[in-house]
């Protein structure tokens, strides 16, 4: 099958290679301002925790988690082995043995298998994750590197040697197309959006992300982006994409609707560089996670704001996943062989519905409030019926007075994302209805 190709050439580089500082087609302030705006460290607005650090294999760089969350997949490049960890205890419950410098991976959309890019062999390994087991090796282009899977079940895997794309039947486990980017462009991370026709791949020596329609694995698009780009992450609904720029110490954000890139982020202030390599986001949209190799931090990047924090982990951190409820966060530290594990603060969530009250009864309900840390309720709307007052726990109480219809919003925030708002129609009666009065719910988080 053809394919579209351009036709820029770099210098060779490889997998875990320190950033390279080199000239692009433009420099300084103003070649970045022209990509979007250049946003840098705001307020914090979270404070995640390290609840944990799990010893792993030798050189950790890669990590998966299971659809289902129980388990997470870590690729150790330095004795060519995939650690497999119980997210429930924080333990490595086993090791597998792949090929040479295991890289990343990807577990299906059903989380049967997994499948490891071993940069050395020039092969993917199949894992059955149920046994723990490799059941076959597929033969790829030249340093494969970043993988992702469609929810149908094509893997995409960046060659980075070879400046192609193989394209796998998780089926049959057959090579079914080799999209050759034409240049010496070097692909690098592999994400595919949430509806699985596009595939975007970041070129660390094209300072490119090349945009694959996976109907026809043409090339869709090309975008420039920052300086020595690695990986990328789309968010959840589709509609952004996350590139980490290694070698300027920046990160891209891609508007998927016009494959154009709308901010530039930088990643971090230390003079000598931060390196940012893996990205992810949170399942519910509201923030990427950004390793940087350099400083042994992660920034935290408010996707509504596009500012960061900070947080200190190990040594060389190099990849980072999410559990599926968004509460947890594994980051593989490549010089430690280590995996911090983050405890995740999330966003609000406000429910409910009050019954009926009456005039001279106690009354008392809580308000279903989540999020990490605890949020705080307030009424910014409307009147509490009198007699009665809401907490800042999200707990409606007293004895009414008066007889009538109510009408106010209750609104609850704890830093993380927008504040939450609920309408709320509160009925207070001259006589006891025959029902309860009030219920005491669950508040708090």
Request: charged share 15%; glycine share 12%.
């Amino acid at each position: 099958m053809p394919h579209n190709t351009i036709d820029p050439a770099r210098p060779e580089s490889g997998p875990g290679a320190r950033a390279r500082t080199r000239r692009r087609r433009t420099t300084g302030p103003a070649a970045i301002l022209a990509a979007g705006l250049m946003l840098t460290a705001g307020p914090a607005a979270q404070a995640d925790t390290v609840e944990t650090t799990i010893p792993v294999g030798a050189s950790p760089v890669g990590v998966a988690i299971t659809p289902d969350g129980t388990r997470a997949f870590v690729t150790s490049q330095g004795d060519g082995t995939v650690s497999v960890i119980d997210t429930a205890t924080n333990s490595v419950t086993g090791t597998i043995e792949v090929g040479s410098v295991p890289s990343r991976i990807a577990i299906t959309p059903d989380g049967t298998d997994a499948y490891v890019t071993n940069w050395s062999d020039g092969t993917v390994s199949v894992i059955d994750t149920a046994t723990n087991s490799v059941t076959g090796t597929i033969e790829v282009g030249g340093d494969p590197y970043g993988v992702a899977i469609t929810p149908d079940g094509s893997a995409y895997v960046a060659n980075f040697h070879d400046s192609t794309v193989s394209v796998i039947n998780t089926t049959t486990n057959s090579v079914t197309d080799t999209i050759d980017f034409g240049a010496d462009l070097r692909p690098y991370g592999v994400a595919i959006t949430p509806d699985g026709t596009r595939a975007y791949v970041a070129n660390q020596f094209g300072d490119s992300v090349f945009v694959i329609d996976t109907t026809t694995n043409d090339i869709a698009g090309i975008i420039d982006v920052g300086d020595g780009p690695v990986e990328v992450a789309i968010t959840p609904d589709g509609s952004h994409a996350y590139v980490t720029n290694s070698s300027d110490n920046s990160v891209s954000v891609i508007d998927t609707a016009t494959n154009t890139v709308t901010i530039t982020i930088n990643a971090g202030d230390d003079p000598e560089g931060v390196a940012p390599q893996g990205v992810a986001i949170t399942p519910d949209g509201t923030r990427a996670y950004v390793t940087n190799y350099l400083a042994n931090t992660v920034s935290v990047i408010d996707t509504v704001a596009n500012t960061f924090t900070t947080i200190d982990v190990g040594n060389g951190p190099r990849a980072v996943a999410f559990t599926p409820d968004g509460t947890g966060a594994y980051v593989t530290n490549q010089s430690d062989s280590s995996v911090s594990v983050l405890e995740i603060d999330t966003a609000p969530t406000l429910t409910g519905t009050p019954p009926a009250g009456a005039v001279g009864q106690p009354y008392e309900y809580a308000f279903t409030l989540t999020g990490r840390p605890g949020a705080t309720t307030t009424v910014i709307a409307g009147d509490l019926p009198d007699g009665l007052t809401l907490s800042a726990d999200g707990v409606l109480s007293g004895t009414p007075t008066i007889a009538g219809p109510s009408a106010f919003v209750v609104s609850a925030g704890n830093g993380i994302g927008g504040d939450v708002h609920l309408s709320v129609a509160l009925d207070i009666t001259d006589t006891p209805s025959t029902g309860s009065l009030g219920s005491l719910g669950f508040s708090g988080s």
